[in-house]
């Protein structure tokens, strides 16, 4: 069993910046891919970023490409979701979530485990 909790998220102005953060307990975080999702109200749960078990391969959507970054630190158990230049479109609740799989897994049910989200809202 792999628990996660996310934090960093908040209230920014556009043009702003954020670091969420996602912190496994319970086992290594090494084995897992882990996305980072996120579902703005009355809209369905879409992946943002993702990043690969092993060599950590990373994969955006198109709508954050070169604005968010994914990394991840196996040390300590934590990914990490660097949101720059954020839009008022990017409000939303980000969540994060694993999974022993392979590949780009965009559908939230190929995950796993998943955090209890974090509420990130950017002002116009």
């Known amino acids: 069993q792999v628990h996660l909790v996310e934090s960093g998220g908040g209230l920014v102005q556009a043009g702003g910046s954020l670091r969420l953060s996602c912190a496994a307990s319970g086992r290594p975080f090494i084995p897992y891919a882990v996305g980072w999702f996120r579902q703005a109200p009355g809209k369905e749960r879409d992946l943002v970023a993702r990043?690969?078990?092993?060599?950590?391969?990373?994969h955006y959507a198109d709508s954050v490409k070169g604005r968010f970054t994914i990394s991840r630190d196996n040390a300590k158990n934590t990914v990490y979701l660097q949101m720059n230049t954020l839009k008022p479109e990017d409000t939303a609740v980000y969540y994060c979530a694993a999974t022993t799989k392979a590949g780009i897994l965009r559908a939230p049910d190929m995950y796993d485990y998943w955090g209890q989200g974090t509420q990130v809202t950017v002002s116009s």
């Open positions: 990043v690969s078990k092993g060599v950590g391969m990373t």
